[in-house]
Nanobody, 121 residues
């Protein structure tokens, strides 16, 4: 089970850190990704990290503002979001994939329940 947390209301330009904690799974065995879904829109890729943490990928819209990291000892993956914009408003989901990291949503095997991020202008 994946549990995403850390969402909330923040003003534009602010920061939030999301966490994705795994229970019943060893997160070090999984490539991990963050996706988001804004109201009325498709779920979209945000960022992903390989099992070792050696490879990371970002959507162009968040590059330079968001950072994904993982602490395998704590069985947790993080998403640090800085310089937030109103267009970042969405429900953010973490996902796990047993094999190689990918940016493709449908390739992920397990999903968390999502945490809402709201950025006010």
């Amino acid at each position: 089970q994946l549990q995403a947390s850390g969402g909330g209301l923040v003003q534009a330009g602010g920061s939030l850190r999301l966490s994705c904690a795994a229970s019943g799974r060893t997160v070090s065995n999984y490539a991990m990704g963050w996706f988001r879904q804004a109201p009325g829109k498709e779920r979209e890729f945000v960022t992903a990290i390989s099992r070792s943490g050696g490879s990371t990928y970002y959507a162009d819209s968040v590059k330079g503002r968001f950072t994904i990291s993982r602490d395998n000892a704590k069985n947790t993956v993080y998403l640090q979001m800085n310089s937030l914009k109103p267009e970042d408003t969405a429900v953010y989901f973490c996902a796990a994939r047993l094999v190689a990291v990918t940016i493709i949503k449908d390739d992920y095997d397990y999903w968390g329940q999502g945490t809402l991020v709201t950025v006010s202008s």
